[in-house]
C-alpha cells in the first residue's frame, strides 16, 4: 500500500513539475504554428543528413526549453515539415541545455562543466539526428503535411489561431502518449530507493546505472543541476553525473512514447542508441580530464514557481490532455450538406 500511494505521490509531483513547462511548449507551439511557415521549415530543418541536424541543434541549445516543453515544439516542427533527423536533433539538444540551465550549471559544477555541457548537447544533437537520418529511407523522409487549422493563413484571428492550434489541435496527436510517459516515468520514479547511489562511489558501473535511470526519468535541465550535485557529493564521479544531465533532460518516457509516433519504432531505437554512446563518452572523457568543478556548498535556490500557481498549471493541464484523449467530435449536420 506505501509503495502504491509513493507511485501516486511521484506521479502527480512529476505532473505538478512539468505542468508550467508544457503549457509553456504548447503556446509555444501555436505561436511558431502560425509565424513559422512550412516552406520555412522545409527550407532549413528539412534537410536530411547532418545539415539540417546541424541547424536544429544549433537553435535547440540555447532555448530555454525542458524535457516536457519540447515535445509539443517538437511534433509541430515534424508536423510542419521538418525532417526526421533534425526532429531528433532537436529533441536531443534542446532540454539538455538553455541559458538559465547553463547558469545554474556554471554556479554549481563551475564553467568548465559548463561550457562541457553546452557542447555535449550541440555535438550529440547533431549526432543523433545524422543516425537517424541514416536510419531513415530517403522515400519515407518526406516531410508530414500539415492539413490543420493553422497552416491556413488569413482564416482565424492570428491570436485564435495560436491557441487553437497549441492547445487544442496539437494535444490531440500526443496526449496519450504524455499521459503513458507521465505514468511510466511516476511508476519508475516511486520504485528507486532514495539512497541508491550511496555505496556505488567512482566505479564505471555508476555510468550505465545513471543511463538507465536516467533515460527513463522526467527532470528538466535546471532541476537536475543541483540533483547532479547531490550526486557528486554522494561520490559518485563527475562523468556519471555528466551522463545524468545529459540523458535525464533529453530523454524520458514521455518523450520516448511521443518520439514513437512522429518519427518511427526503427528511429527511436537509433536515437536512443546513438544518445546513450554520446552520453557515455562523455562521461569517460570528463572523467579523464583534470578539471576544477567548482561545486558549492549551497543547493540551488532557482526561484521556483509558487505553488499555487503550480496546481493552477496541473489543473490546465490535466484539462487539456483529457480533452485532447476524447474522441473528437464531428458535425454530421454540416458534412451532410
Known amino acids: 500500500m506505501s509503495m502504491l500511494l509513493n507511485i501516486l505521490k511521484e506521479t502527480l509531483g512529476i505532473t505538478v513539475e512539468m505542468a508550467p ?13 502560425v509565424l513559422i511557415s512550412r516552406d520555412y521549415v522545409r ?5 536530411n543528413g547532418w545539415l539540417g541536424s546541424f541547424k536544429a541543434a544549433l537553435i535547440g541549445v ?3 526549453i525542458c524535457s516536457c516543453g519540447v515535445i509539443p515544439l517538437a511534433a509541430s516542427l515534424r508536423k510542419h515539415g521538418a525532417s526526421r533527423g ?3 536533433s532537436f529533441l536531443a539538444s534542446t532540454p539538455q541545455t538553455g541559458v538559465d540551465s547553463l547558469m545554474i550549471t556554471y554556479a554549481l559544477l563551475g564553467g568548465v562543466f559548463a561550457v562541457f555541457r553546452a557542447g555535449i548537447a550541440f555535438v550529440s544533437g547533431i549526432l543523433c539526428g545524422t543516425a537517424v537520418s541514416l536510419a531513415s529511407p530517403k522515400e519515407t523522409e518526406e516531410p508530414v503535411e500539415c492539413e490543420e487549422e493553422c497552416c491556413a493563413p488569413g482564416q482565424q484571428h492570428l491570436l485564435k489561431r495560436m491557441l487553437t492550434y497549441g492547445f487544442l489541435t496539437l494535444p490531440r496527436s500526443i496526449s496519450r502518449a504524455v499521459v503513458l510517459g507521465i505514468l511510466l516515468s511516476g511508476i519508475l520514479s516511486g520504485l528507486i530507493p532514495e539512497n541508491f547511489f550511496a555505496d556505488l562511489g567512482d566505479s564505471p558501473i555508476t555510468m550505465f546505472i545513471m543511463l538507465v535511470i536516467g533515460i527513463p526519468l522526467y527532470v528538466c535541465s535546471s532541476a537536475s543541476v543541483p540533483i547532479a550535485l547531490a550526486f557528486i557529493k554522494a561520490g ?5 553525473a555528466l551522463i545524468f544531465l545529459i540523458t535525464g533532460p533529453a530523454t524520458n518516457a514521455a518523450t520516448l512514447t511521443t518520439l514513437w509516433d512522429i518519427i518511427g519504432k526503427k528511429q527511436l531505437l537509433v536515437f536512443l542508441a ?9 562521461g569517460f572523457l570528463i572523467n579523464t580530464m583534470d578539471i576544477s568543478l567548482g561545486i558549492g556548498e549551497a543547493a540551488c535556490a532557482c526561484g521556483e514557481e509558487p505553488r499555487w500557481f503550480e496546481y493552477l498549471c496541473t489543473a490546465v493541464l490535466i484539462g487539456i490532455l483529457t480533452k485532447g484523449m476524447l474522441p473528437e467530435k464531428h458535425n454530421d449536420s454540416a458534412s451532410n450538406q
Open 86 to 88: 533534425a526532429t531528433a
Open 274 to 282: 546513438t544518445l546513450a554512446l554520446c552520453a557515455l563518452g562523455a
Open 62 to 64: 540555447p532555448m530555454p
Open 236 to 240: 559518485i564521479s563527475p562523468g556519471a
Open 21 to 33: 513547462y508544457l503549457l509553456f511548449g504548447f503556446l509555444m507551439a501555436g505561436v511558431l504554428s
Open 43 to 47: 527550407r532549413h530543418l528539412g534537410e
